[in-house]
């Protein structure tokens, strides 16, 4: 579990106090690793526990000893065994346009609904405010921080991560910068070193991180005449992609599931032609679909368009069943409509034949409910 916070000044040692009641925080982990990459960024800590019981709440608090601590939270950890869970799901969220969504969010936390959130990219739009951009990023963690304190909220980059828009940040923001420090999400601990793309189990279900954003040929930040240097990190996330879902393949009679998770979509009512991706939708398709289909992934979950929209499973631009009951192909689903400041998309009124249903009027957010190992309802 990683535990992070931002100090407005560097700090000496990073800790935090755990145990598993509220009045005996009796054990400790350390981390001397801040980071900072603006002079008014403020400085990035985590700290990685380790060593958790299944099924257990821990109380904690974070900060520096004769600095500060922040005030006590709780979670709970994954039971050892499977348990019923739902999860929170969707992208381009914001600090405009996203209070009812926030507040649904929070209020369901609060009664102790979700196990897990997965954000798809697009986070607080803080590139939208250039002139406020360390601004934006501190009131949306502050909005967040009842949910982000006490359950795991998973990240994936999205096109408003990849600067700050602004000359007089540009450069220190360049190239995910801020959503590199900001996260700490489990790269390390799945072969990546980088939040950009990485993996984890919950429970019956294979989570895959991907990064539509950057990495592979065609990419929206790349080079579009790779050089070496870019054809290496190209390499990266695809050797990682099929030793990753080789694994989970193998795993399967433990862990069925497997979602791929990113920003961009490749099926969305918005960005086709006759039913066939366009733009960089198709480019997302030609690198990343035939790994779906090679390992038989589930679902493909992404957000970027502001709406959200279902497929039948697909492949290759072809419905291979319009029953969702053991589907011979991943079913698409498009959860881009939490909030942000640039409105919801319009749908055209002609649909393609592989969209299956979506809502282009309202902002909103979707939940995975995991009842049983078997099946999975958006």
């Given at each position: 579990m990683?535990?992070?916070?931002?100090?407005?000044?560097?700090?000496?040692?990073?800790?935090?106090?755990?145990?598993?009641?509220s009045?005996?925080?009796?054990?400790?982990?350390?981390?001397?690793?801040?980071?900072?990459y603006d002079d008014?960024?403020?400085?990035?800590?985590?700290?990685?526990?380790?060593?958790?019981?299944p099924?257990?709440?821990y109380?904690?608090s974070c900060g520096?000893?004769?600095?500060?601590?922040?005030?006590?939270?709780?979670?709970?950890?994954?039971?050892?065994s499977?348990?019923?869970?739902?999860?929170?799901?969707?992208g381009?969220?914001?600090?405009?346009h996203?209070?009812?969504?926030?507040?649904?969010?929070?209020?369901?936390?609060?009664?102790?609904?979700?196990g897990?959130?997965?954000?798809?990219g697009?986070?607080?739009?803080?590139?939208d405010?250039?002139?406020?951009?360390?601004?934006?990023?501190n009131e949306?963690?502050?909005?967040?921080?009842?949910?982000m304190?006490?359950?795991?909220?998973?990240?994936?980059?999205?096109?408003?991560e990849s600067?700050?828009?602004?000359?007089?940040?540009?450069?220190?923001?360049?190239?995910?910068?801020?959503?590199?420090e900001?996260?700490?999400?489990?790269?390390?601990?799945?072969?990546t070193?980088t939040?950009?793309?990485?993996s984890?189990?919950?429970?019956?279900?294979?989570?895959?991180?991907?990064d539509?954003?950057?990495?592979?040929?065609?990419?929206?930040?790349?080079?579009?005449?790779p050089?070496?240097?870019?054809?290496?990190?190209?390499?990266?996330?695809?050797n990682?992609?099929?030793d990753?879902?080789s694994?989970?393949?193998?795993?399967?009679?433990?862990?069925?599931?497997?979602?791929?998770?990113?920003?961009?979509?490749?099926?969305?009512?918005?960005?086709q032609?006759?039913?066939i991706?366009t733009?960089?939708?198709?480019?997302?398709?030609?690198?990343?679909e035939?790994?779906?289909?090679q390992?038989?992934?589930?679902?493909?979950?992404?957000?970027?368009?502001h709406?959200?929209?279902?497929?039948y499973p697909?492949?290759?631009?072809?419905?291979?069943?319009?029953?969702?009951?053991?589907?011979?192909s991943?079913?698409?689903?498009?959860?881009?409509?939490?909030?942000?400041?640039?409105?919801?998309?319009?749908?055209?009124?002609?649909?393609?034949?592989?969209?299956?249903g979506?809502?282009?009027?309202?902002y909103?957010?979707?939940?995975?409910?995991?009842n049983?190992?078997t099946?999975l309802t958006?």
């Amino acid at each position: 579990m990683a535990i992070s916070w931002l100090t407005a000044d560097p700090t000496i040692l990073d800790v935090v106090y755990y145990g598993t009641t509220s009045n005996s925080l009796t054990m400790n982990a350390t981390s001397t690793a801040e980071t900072s990459y603006d002079d008014d960024a403020g400085w990035n800590h985590n700290v990685i526990l380790t060593n958790l019981q299944p099924g257990t709440t821990y109380y904690y608090s974070c900060g520096t000893p004769n600095y500060a601590f922040s005030t006590q939270f709780s979670f709970s950890t994954m039971s050892s065994s499977f348990v019923a869970t739902t999860i929170a799901a969707y992208g381009d969220l914001g600090i405009t346009h996203s209070t009812d969504t926030i507040n649904q969010l929070l209020n369901r936390t609060a009664q102790g609904d979700f196990g897990l959130y997965v954000h798809m990219g697009d986070i607080s739009y803080a590139n939208d405010h250039p002139l406020r951009y360390e601004h934006t990023w501190n009131e949306w963690f502050t909005e967040m921080q009842p949910i982000m304190s006490s359950i795991p909220y998973m990240v994936a980059p999205g096109n408003h991560e990849s600067w700050c828009r602004n000359p007089i940040c540009a450069i220190p923001t360049y190239n995910f910068t801020t959503y590199k420090e900001k996260f700490r999400m489990p790269g390390n601990e799945s072969g990546t070193g980088t939040n950009m793309f990485y993996s984890f189990d919950y429970y019956n279900i294979h989570f895959v991180a991907i990064d539509t954003e950057s990495d592979y040929p065609g990419a929206p930040v790349a080079d579009p005449d790779p050089s070496p240097e870019n054809i290496e990190k190209y390499y990266l996330q695809e050797n990682w992609l099929h030793d990753d879902l080789s694994k989970a393949v193998a795993n399967r009679a433990n862990v069925p599931w497997i979602i791929l998770f990113g920003h961009r979509p490749i099926y969305a009512p918005n960005e086709q032609s006759n039913g066939i991706p366009t733009g960089q939708a198709s480019r997302v398709q030609s690198f990343f679909e035939p790994y779906l289909k090679q390992y038989e992934v589930d679902v493909f979950l992404t957000g970027h368009v502001h709406a959200y929209a279902r497929t039948y499973p697909i492949y290759n631009n072809t419905v291979t069943s319009t029953s969702f009951v053991n589907p011979p192909s991943p079913v698409h689903v498009v959860a881009g409509g939490a909030g942000n400041r640039e409105g919801v998309t319009q749908f055209p009124t002609d649909k393609p034949t592989w969209y299956a249903g979506g809502n282009d009027e309202t902002y909103g957010y979707g939940t995975w409910v995991v009842n049983d190992e078997t099946s999975l309802t958006w």
